[in-house]
């Protein structure tokens, strides 16, 4: 289906004026652009001589060392009190996810297995590398990374398998059994469980599939109230990335894993019809609008810091490959399932000179200090290598702390109180909604894209609330907000005017 | 269908200027012959490149490009105004909303032609006139992200290609590692020496996709499978090349091996417990480093087995101390008559290709393969 174009009704003599008048343009005005303002400060970490680094995991031991994975093989130790770097492990196959269990003991999520390392005898190296699970397929597809782990509350541990990319076939010798029916498609799962979730239970020693559905879910985390969440990207099946809450036994909407589900054998899972299998998946908590907001939403982590960093404790922080962003999430429960909204934490992409923060940001950590660190990575994508570390500098950023759905509309409520006059109901405040096809192509445009009449805006007598009433309110769509000239009682415009609540269900 | 359509947006842009500068070219020199039609054809492939990072036309010569997406990802291409990559990539990054609506293609004097956004497997036919100005014209991927590595150049010369510097010093290509080759000293950096003993967990060829490799004193390596658990194959010479590998995402790379294979498994676990004919159940439990080199742990029908593997003591070839905890009953080690290394052991009777060891011999028992 062809892309539409602004002009693409216009005859030639006015696509020759119009062309002019925006050369014009371009030439006598910047676009808009505005400040991070001082509230959050990137600085960057130097990695050591002979490190690539190209980061795939990040965490904090209780000593406040980072530990880092690293694609090359290298598990990495930083302490951030003498900036020094240690090798605590080797040799390890694509690494891509870490936790630290304490000084001496991290689990790595390699390409084969979940990895123990420990330090056996406290000289900073490990000595023991052993397997805690390996029960799961490899075609030998150079896609089918694995991600994790996030430890559940009661001591669970979730990884997530990538599936294979068509771009590249099965390998002779396998790991695991193969079944045909998972090879088709763009992105395939041809071995097991490829494209789930998976559990792994300690007293049981046993890995389960935990919920499938998925295409690349690079990114686990779980919540205060102990709900699991994972990010994925968009491509087949995905019109555009996604944040999912992921329950037990669900299927999230990439076909090709239900091969590894119980009762389809011998089922073509892409001959399934579209609505059945749109009838079949749980929809995203939040979606990702892709080339707006994100391309490639990475790790997704929860601010515990007790407002170490910044006034956004509790909310979901996620990193951005693409743009040299960080997003931030605002979840809340309504009829029973999460949905929320996201705009961006840090955006350097609007910065007027500087760029700040990388691209690539594929792992996020906060540190005992409540700083956080990002490790970024590109290995063949879009992206960069390195690490950084965010602080918050103790300023109040003007933001939508939180936006939350009510039965009419929406209700923003402000990091702090705002002028009530610069919330001109015909123009502060605009609504665009649109939705993203659930089809086998790759990614979505967004399909009707309307603007949303705002009918009414009310602003509590304290300023930092504004409820916002509007024409009307269709679940399964994006809405898009974008406010205009919002400020601050204390002058300072709203520094990330630009939020995407996913509408799943209305305010009972 | 993104099939032989440019934007027409910049279409009209591009007809707007092409009639200005066709009355410009007519005044001027109303009988100019122009140079023939060129086609030329860019893949976007793997690894955020295009397979093509420069091309020369003369000036004011039709152009017919098209660029065929041959990777897994969305791409673009815009040709800008001269050293103008850089100031277009940034302003595609500030388009937010209207970046996806305007093909991530920002409203700038310094766009010349851009094909739209095309999905993997399609394509883009961009039909312009090369400028008039003899020049280095960028061409980039303005999708978010992409930019910073994704470019080329398309010089306009009346000399056409031979206004091309040789590729390693055009400073118009980017210099891309994915292109013009990891250097053997790049693709062994690590932040640790590498000389061995070293292992990797990597793709292997003729293994596993779960295989360890082993380079050990002595220039002897081996292959260790997971799968089966057992070794592969030893070679002996150089260690291992990753270089292939550590490019990421690009296809289904292996490392390669350096040096000769003097010894090739048939891929199956070499020992028994009690019945000689019914294979055990093994599980891979992974290993502790011992001087640097791994001692493989593993379990057969729940039995903990280790494993160590050294340079064997004379010649070229392993050897594999194996300790058993506590056998019931007779262990064997099987060798296949296709292996092409002279076998010893420790402890047993061997009985054709099959070592037969007491409980009591299985506790701690040394198997030494040499060329």
């Known amino acids: 289906m062809p892309k539409t174009h602004p002009f693409s009704t216009m005859s030639r003599l006015s696509f020759f004026l119009v062309a002019a008048v925006l050369v014009v343009l371009a030439g006598c005005s910047e676009p808009p652009t505005q400040d991070d303002g001082p509230a959050y400060v990137v600085e960057t970490i130097d990695t050591p001589p002979g490190l690539i680094p190209e980061v795939g995991g990040l965490d904090v031991m209780r000593d406040g060392r980072l530990v880092g994975v690293f694609h090359r093989g290298e598990v990495m130790i930083y302490d951030p009190e003498t900036q020094e770097w240690s090798v605590f492990a080797q040799g390890l196959h694509d690494p891509l996810g870490v936790k630290a269990v304490s000084n001496d003991e991290v689990l790595v999520t390699q390409r084969p297995e979940l990895t123990r390392l420990t330090d056996t005898d406290q000289d900073g190296k490990a000595e023991r590398y052993d397997t805690v699970t390996d029960d799961f397929g490899m075609s030998g597809n150079y896609h089918e990374f694995a991600f994790g782990p996030a430890e559940g509350p009661n001591g669970d541990l979730f990884i997530s398998l990538n599936t294979a990319s068509k771009f590249a076939g099965v390998w002779d010798i396998l790991r695991g059994p193969f079944d045909p029916e998972g090879r088709p498609g763009r992105m395939y799962a041809a071995v097991p469980y490829r494209g789930w979730v998976m559990r792994y239970h300690p007293a049981s020693d046993s890995l389960e599939p935990f919920a499938s559905g998925f295409r690349s879910p690079n990114g686990l985390v779980f919540d205060e109230e102990g709900r699991l969440f994972a990010t994925d990207n968009q491509g087949d099946w995905l019109g555009t990335s996604k944040l999912y809450h992921v329950q037990q036994d669900n299927f999230y909407g990439h076909p090709q894993s239900l091969v590894w589900e119980d009762g389809f054998d011998d089922i073509q899972p892409l001959d399934l019809p579209v609505p059945v299998l749109n009838t079949m998946r749980t929809r995203a908590s939040v979606l990702f609008p892709q080339g707006i907001l994100a391309n490639s939403p990475t790790q997704p982590v929860i601010d515990r810091t007790g407002g170490q960093f910044g006034p956004f404790e509790g909310q979901m922080l996620i990193g951005e490959m693409n743009h040299p962003r960080i997003l931030r999430v605002m979840l809340e429960e309504v009829d029973g399932a999460m949905q929320g909204a996201v705009t961006t934490l840090i955006d350097s992409s609007t910065a007027h000179e500087s760029r700040p923060l990388r691209i690539g940001n594929n792992r996020l950590a906060f540190g005992s200090d409540g700083n956080l660190w990002v490790g970024q990575t590109d290995h063949g994508w879009p992206g960069d290598q390195g690490l950084q570390r965010v602080r918050w500098a103790g300023g109040t950023p003007t933001e939508v702390e939180e936006m939350s759905v009510t039965k009419d509309g929406f209700n923003l409520h402000f990091t702090k109180p705002v002028r009530p006059e610069t919330i001109r109901p015909d123009s502060a405040v605009q609504f665009t909604r649109y939705y993203y096809e659930y089809h086998q192509e790759y990614g979505s445009d967004r399909m009707d894209v309307q603007p949303v009449p705002v009918t009414e805006v009310e602003v509590s007598s304290d300023q930092r609330r504004v409820a916002v009433a509007l024409d009307e309110l269709v679940p399964g769509y994006v809405y898009q907000l974008d406010l205009h000239g919002v400020e601050a009682q204390d002058g300072t415009p709203i520094a990330h005017p630009t939020l995407y609540y996913t509408l799943n269900r209305l305010r009972q | ?371």
């Not at chain 2, 860019?42 to 065929?68: H, K, S, W």
């Not at chain 2, 388009?95 to 991530?104: C, I």
């Not at chain 2, 690009?250 to 490392?255: P, T, Y």
């Open chain 2, 1 to 371: 269908m993104f099939n032989a359509h440019s934007s027409e947006r910049l279409w009209g842009l591009g007809l707007g200027i092409l009639a200005l500068g066709l009355l410009l070219v007519l005044r001027e020199s109303p009988d100019a012959a122009s140079p023939p039609p060129k086609t030329i054809e860019i893949q976007a492939v793997a690894g955020l490149q295009y397979d093509r990072v420069r091309f020369a036309v003369q000036p004011g010569q039709e152009v017919e490009l098209r660029l065929d997406n041959v990777s897994s990802l969305a791409h673009n291409l815009v040709i800008t105004d001269e050293g103008a990559r850089e100031a277009v990539v940034a302003a595609a990054n500030r388009m937010g909303a209207e970046g996806p609506e305007q093909e991530y293609v920002p409203d700038s004097g310094d766009v010349l032609h851009f094909t739209p956004v095309i999905a993997p497997d399609s394509s883009a036919t961009l039909a312009f006139t090369a400028p008039e100005a003899a020049g280095v014209y960028p061409y980039v991927c303005t999708y978010p992200g992409h930019g910073v590595v994704m470019y080329g150049a398309m010089y306009v010369s009346p000399d056409g290609e031979a206004a091309m510097p040789p590729l390693e010093e055009d400073p118009h290509v980017p210099p891309d590692s994915l292109r013009v080759g990891t250097s053997a000293a790049a693709s062994a950096a690590h932040p640790y020496p590498t000389s061995p003993p070293i292992m990797y967990r990597t793709f292997m060829p003729n293994s596993s996709p779960a295989t360890i490799a082993v380079g050990l004193e002595g220039g002897v390596s081996y292959a260790f499978d997971t799968v089966p658990v057992t070794i592969r194959y030893a070679w002996s010479g150089g260690f291992v090349d990753n270089s292939e590998v550590f490019k990421g995402h690009v296809a289904n790379q292996r490392a390669t091996i350096e040096g000769d294979v003097f010894y090739r498994s048939d891929g199956q676990f070499p020992l028994r417990i009690g019945d000689p004919g019914r294979p055990p159940n093994v599980e891979f439990e992974g290993y502790r480093m011992v001087e640097g080199r791994p001692e493989f742990r593993y379990t057969m029908d729940g039995l903990t087995v280790r494993e160590l593997i050294t340079p064997a003591p004379e010649g070229t070839g392993l050897q594999r101390k194996f300790q058993i905890e506590e056998p019931p009953q007779d262990i064997r080690f099987v060798r296949r008559a296709a292996d092409s290394v002279r076998v010893e052991a420790t402890a047993g009777t061997w009985a054709a290709d099959t070592l037969r060891l007491s409980p009591e011999e299985a506790r701690e028992f040394t198997i030494t393969m040499t060329k």
